[in-house]
Structure formats: C-alpha cells, structure tokens
C-alpha cells in the first residue's frame, strides 16, 4: 500500500511487479501490520504503513553483494531533472525499455548509483536555463513572470528593510 503513495519510479515498480490486488488492497487502508501491531507512522491517532529505506533498496533491484541496481533509486529519480513530478508516457517508454534490457539479461542495464545519478542528473546540479526542467530557476522564474511578478532583478532576502 505504502510504495504506491511513494509515487514515482517506486509507485511503477510496484503496479508492475505487485499482486493484481495491489491496488484494492492499498485502498483498503493500512495493513495489518499497521492494524494489528502498531507498527508505522502516526499522526495523532492516525496510523499508516511506512517504507524503510531498506525496502525502497530491494525494490530497486539493489543486490545484496554488489552495489549496482535495476531500477534507479529513488531519491536519485525524485530530484532529478527529468522527473515532472508525475509519470509521464516519456517515463513510462523508458521504463519498458529498462524492463526489457532486464527481462533479457543485459548486464549493462543494472547500474551503480553513480551511473544513475549520472543519467538522472540532479536539479541542483542544472545549469542549463532550461524553464521546462520542473524545480529549476529558470521553471521558477517563467512560472513568477507569468503570474505577473517581475523577475528581471534578483529578490530581496532580508524581509526586515
């Protein structure tokens, strides 16, 4: 239930390799871990499944000898530049790809963290101007010019002049 409000690659990782109950069983609520041993999150007298890091590796495809996985990690695929914040047909083109290069046994389609970060290059480390790279200055600034803010001086930071 929970790796499906994670979203992202980990959401499309679960519909793929999930039960086909996955979904029926997410929106029955928490699991019976949650329900029977209190164990997960809370908020007030709310409770709800949590995803250990542990869980978001194996998912993944992380092996236990070796570094590399089969999916990218997803902090790596959250904070990346090619990441909207939705599942696009692009991702999902790529993700058939990337299950097909799996499914067939190439060795080069698992992928150390390096060589995810690499190709899922961080917003951080964006540069390029481009305003179509959700989370990125030049998003921000399009996005507050058409709203009607001016954007051609750099912002104030100290709010007490």
Known sequence: HRFLS????????ALQFGPNT???EALA???SDVTRWKSGETLDDLWDDTVTPVELEIL???GLENSVTCWPPHD????????AGFWSEKDESWFQLQLANLSSGNTEAPKTRKDW????????????GDSSIHGSEAFARDLFQKLGYR?????IWNLDT
């Open 6 to 13: 994670v979203g992202g690659i980990i959401w499309r990782i």
């Open 22 to 24: 996955l979904i029926q």
């Open 29 to 31: 609520g928490p699991s």
């Open 60 to 62: 993944s495809g992380q």
């Open 76 to 83: 790596i695929w959250t904070s990346s530049t090619k990441w």
């Open 117 to 128: 970060k690499r190709f899922y290059k961080p917003i951080a480390d964006d540069r390029s």
């Open 151 to 155: 954007v051609d001086r750099d912002p």
